[in-house]
Nanobody
Framework: QVQLVESGGGLVQPGGSLRLSCAASESIFNIYGIAWYRQTPGKEREWVGTITRSGTINYSGVMEGRITISRDDGANAVFLQMNNLKPEDTAVYYC?????????WGQGTQVTVSS
């Protein structure tokens, strides 16, 4: 079982940036992939992007090239850099780990984009 803790959310003005962190209790190399999702009230959780154990990164396109996923292997952490944020990016952002055929979620971090 892997535990995930997201951080870095908050209130930001439109056009601003935030960097979210996802700290894993396991070595990233034991985890097949870590993904970022987001969810707004009344909507399904949507996939934002994934970084695999091998370092392959895929983005869903929901944030139109305004994001970068990276990782710090030594810190067992994955990051989501978000730029040029828009009000419609307001959501709870979650990280998800796929390991051993199971899926694990963090508690989420709230991102609010508002002037």
């Amino acid at each position: 079982q892997v535990q995930l803790v997201e951080s870095g959310g908050g209130l930001v003005q439109p056009g601003g940036s935030l960097r979210l962190s996802c700290a894993a209790s396991e070595s990233i190399f034991n985890i097949y992939g870590i993904a970022w999702y987001r969810q707004t009230p009344g909507k399904e959780r949507e996939w934002v992007g994934t970084i695999t154990r091998s370092g392959t990164i895929n983005y869903s396109g929901v944030m139109e090239g305004r994001i970068t996923i990276s990782r710090d292997d030594g810190a067992n952490a994955v990051f989501l850099q978000m730029n040029n944020l828009k009000p419609e990016d307001t959501a709870v952002y979650y990280c998800n780990a796929a390991m051993g055929g199971q899926s694990f979620w963090g508690q989420g971090t709230q991102v609010t984009v508002s002037s």
